[in-house]
């Protein structure tokens, strides 16, 4: 296999043809890789996706090939993936106000240029889900929010609709689905690209703990900061450190890496109603 790309998370690799997706344990907060891995963070990274890409086939096609046909060693966390062009926009959708979409709100009472209604807090649900993209940015640089105007200058307006209708039926969907087993999917960030014919094709990760935020929903209360079964734990230990955002990352104590795993785990075990 040829190493195309190492990301914060996973590497890409070229094999006959096809791509293969590999996850690691690595976790990264604040766009800095932390040089404490997660055990199975990989695995259960991998084994989700699989698991929302085969419920939400009928809503957008997406880039597996094959979750077995893969090298011995990367077995669990790696897929046999499709080649596709990809679109080079990060798509957001948000049901709920947190994060960078809160701290763009209270600065400008709209996230991406879609204006919001006063009066919203921490963890407030949205009247409808909302279309927020970022720029995907190199390793070791931010995502920059920008509007839907700005995709359309990128991917043409028939693109950018495209893009947006589909993020937000991805959401939808799986808002719905997550919320039946007690789950809030309070937001989450999806990567398309497009197959030889132009069409659009769901590929990277989908509705994991890493791209998302999931909220035990028994517990959802606006105006507070939200407990949370993803990286969303470790990101505000790594606040609560004191450290600047910046290389080097401090090193993640035991019982917090302990904590996280088991965080990533009830999020699987919970959404897929499957023991880890």
């Not at 407030?124 to 839907?148: M, N, R, V, W, Y």
């Amino acid at each position: 296999m040829k190493l195309l790309h190492s990301g914060k998370v996973r590497e890409v690799y070229e094999d006959r043809g096809d791509i293969i997706l590999v996850a690691s344990d690595r976790v990264s907060v604040y766009d800095v890789i932390l040089p404490t891995p997660i055990p199975d963070k990989g695995k259960i990274l991998t084994q989700l996706s699989l698991w929302w890409f085969e419920q939400l086939a009928d809503v957008v096609p997406n880039h597996v090939i094959s979750a077995t046909d893969v090298p011995e060693e990367f077995a669990g966390r790696a897929v046999r993936c499709r080649r596709l062009d990809m679109v080079p926009v990060e798509c957001i959708a948000r049901g709920y106000l947190t994060g960078g979409g809160l701290k763009e709100y209270e600065a400008s009472g709209s996230v991406s240029g879609v204006e919001l209604p006063p009066g919203l807090v921490e963890g407030s649900k949205l009247p409808e889900p909302i279309f927020t993209p970022t720029t995907k940015a190199q390793l070791g640089a931010h995502d920059e929010s920008i509007t839907f105007e700005d995709v359309v200058a990128r991917e043409g307006r028939e693109g950018a609709e495209e893009l947006r209708r589909v993020t937000l039926e991805v959401y939808r969907r799986g808002a719905e689905l997550a919320a039946e087993r007690g789950v809030i999917i309070a937001d989450t960030k999806l990567e398309f690209g497009r197959a030889a014919d132009g069409g659009l094709v769901l590929a990277d990760e989908v509705l994991t703990s890493d791209s998302s935020r999931f909220w035990p929903a028994v517990e959802w209360e606006p105006g507070r900061a939200q407990n949370s079964f993803d990286k969303q734990f470790v990101r505000d230990w790594a606040t609560g450190t004191g450290w600047d955002k910046k290389e080097p990352a401090p090193e993640v104590p035991e019982q917090i890496v302990e904590a996280t795993r088991a965080r990533y785990i009830e999020a699987y075990e919970r959404i897929t109603g499957k023991s880890w």
